[in-house]
C-alpha cells in the first residue's frame, strides 16, 4: 500500500490527482447516438465514483450512533452546524482511508489484469 493512505484525508491535493487517474472525458461514456454507453468500464467508473462520494458524505458522520445522525433531508457534506463532527478537521468532502485503500486495491488488481 503507498505511504499516503494513512493520511490520505489529510491532502486533498493527493486526493484529487490520484482520484483522475480513475476518471475520464466524459463524453467517452456515450455512443455515437450520444446515449450513454452501458459497458463494464462506465458500470465499474461508476461504482468507484458513487462509493467515494457515499464515502466523504458519510466522514463526518461517522462513529455516531444511529439516533446522533441528523434527519436525512439535513444530510450534506457539511453537517448542520449544532452537530459534533466525528473528525472535525477534515474539510467537508474528503473521503477516508476507506475510499484511498479501494483505490490502492484497484491500482493493484488492474497492475494484475494489464499484465
Known amino acids: 500500500m503507498p505511504a499516503y493512505a494513512a493520511s490520505w484525508s489529510s ?16 463524453s467517452t461514456c456515450r455512443g455515437s447516438d450520444g446515449a450513454y454507453v452501458n ?21 463526518p458522520y461517522e462513529f455516531h450512533a444511529a ?18 463532527r466525528a473528525h472535525a478537521s477534515v474539510a467537508p468532502g474528503t473521503w477516508s482511508d476507506d475510499s484511498a485503500q479501494a483505490l490502492c486495491l484497484l491500482t493493484s488488481a488492474l497492475r494484475r489484469v494489464v499484465r
Open 39 to 59: 459497458n463494464i468500464e462506465n458500470r465499474v467508473l461508476g461504482a468507484i465514483m458513487g462509493f467515494c462520494v457515499g464515502d466523504a458524505l458519510g466522514v
Open 67 to 84: 439516533s446522533e445522525i441528523p434527519r436525512k433531508v439535513d444530510i450534506d457534506y457539511a453537517p448542520p452546524s449544532r452537530f459534533i
Open 11 to 26: 491532502r486533498p491535493s493527493l486526493q484529487k490527482k490520484e482520484f483522475q487517474r480513475f476518471s475520464y472525458n466524459h
